[in-house]
Nanobody, 117 residues
């Protein structure tokens, strides 16, 4: 079992910045993928950024150049630094982790990010 606890969402004006945090606990040794997804009202959940096994990082085209995914291994925490935020970034942001043993996707409870124009 893996537990994910998110923090850092909120209301920000367009052009502003936010940093989301996700702390993992439990069977973290089994995690081979970790990052963030988001879901806007009426839309499907979509990838924002994710660390993959092997060290690569994937970003959605819509956030490239504006978001940076980082991690603190000592704290078992990943961070999503978002800047130049746009109203279309408004969504519930979910922390995500994939376990390899056994194969399973874990999700955090979600944190709301609202960008006002």
């Amino acid at each position: 079992q893996v537990q994910l606890v998110e923090s850092g969402g909120g209301l920000v004006q367009a052009g502003g910045s936010l940093r989301l945090s996700c702390a993992a606990s439990g069977s973290i040794f089994s995690i081979n993928r970790m990052g963030w997804y988001r879901q806007a009202p009426g839309k499907q959940r979509e990838l924002v950024a994710v660390f993959r096994s092997g060290g690569s990082t994937n970003y959605a085209d819509s956030v490239k150049g504006r978001c940076t995914l980082s991690r603190d291994n000592a704290k078992n925490t990943v961070y999503l630094q978002m800047s130049s935020l746009k109203p279309e970034d408004t969504a519930v942001y979910y922390c995500y982790a994939r376990s390899s043993r056994p194969p399973y996707d874990y999700w955090g409870q979600g944190t709301q990010v609202t960008v006002s124009s």
